[in-house]
């Protein structure tokens, strides 16, 4: 099992819809970091947290420390919201990240 | 656009060659991380440098080394290089090597192995 878990792997919605992605760790971790891929490749770096709820625009993200589980939310959807989305978890003392699978968001408009 | 540069961007090689990947962290920051990504075992971290010195190892392969230069930048060297080696490589800043700090990506190197 793998030590972050992401849900789901697919989801593919209507443009305005609000979307979750879910991710759950099995392990200690000092924060939890949600990630976006584009197409292109590279990495953007969405939140960090290792508590409660922040929101940036559209985007949400909470986290229950004590479920050792974290959602991202999107609301009103937009087809630029199309990526992979990725949580992560940092651990130890040099904060190395641990890789959720990743979740392919496709908004259809 | 994260301050973080990676080159080349792209790179081919044939299998048993050794290429080198560059990495430019954020102004200020003074740790840089690696990190592999490939279709079958996704994102994976690879080694960490703090201010020049080793600080984390991962699954790196003995056929992989890195190091950060005085300057800050750091070069990930891999050798002896397999078809299995094809994947995108990240580098990644963060201003401290420990801690609750926030990691930078940069736009990543993609390797392909003939």
């Known amino acids: 099992k793998n030590e972050v878990e992401q849900s789901p792997q697919n989801l593919t919605a209507q443009e305005g819809e609000f979307i979750t992605i879910n991710c759950s760790y099995s392990v200690g971790i000092s924060a939890l970091h949600w990630l976006q891929q584009h197409p292109g490749g590279g990495i953007v770096s969405l939140f960090m947290?290792?508590?409660g709820k922040k929101k940036h625009g559209r985007l949400i993200a909470t986290i229950n420390i004590q479920e050792k589980h974290s959602s991202l939310h999107i609301t009103a959807s937009h087809p630029r919201d199309s990526a992979v989305y990725i949580c992560a978890a940092s651990k130890g003392g040099a904060q190395k990240l641990v890789f959720g699978q990743g979740t392919r968001l496709t908004i259809n408009p | 656009d994260s301050g973080v540069t990676q080159t080349p961007k792209h790179l081919i090689t044939a299998t048993g060659q050794r290429v080198t990947l560059r990495c430019s962290p954020r102004?200020?920051?003074?740790?840089v991380y690696w990190y592999q990504q490939s279709l079958d075992q996704g994102l994976q971290f690879l080694i960490q440098?703090?201010?020049?010195?080793?600080?984390a190892k991962g699954n790196i392969l003995e056929r992989f080394s890195a190091q950060q230069f005085p300057d800050l930048h750091s070069e990930l060297n891999l050798s002896s290089l397999e078809l299995g080696d094809s994947a995108l490589y990240f580098c990644?800043?963060?201003?401290?090597?420990?801690?609750?700090?926030?990691?930078?990506f940069g736009p990543g190197t993609r390797l392909t192995v003939l």
């Open positions: 440098y703090y201010n020049g010195e080793e600080r």
């Open positions: 102004s200020g920051d003074l740790s």
């Open positions: 990644a800043s963060s201003p401290r090597g420990s801690g609750y700090n926030e990691q930078f």
């Open positions: 947290l290792s508590s």
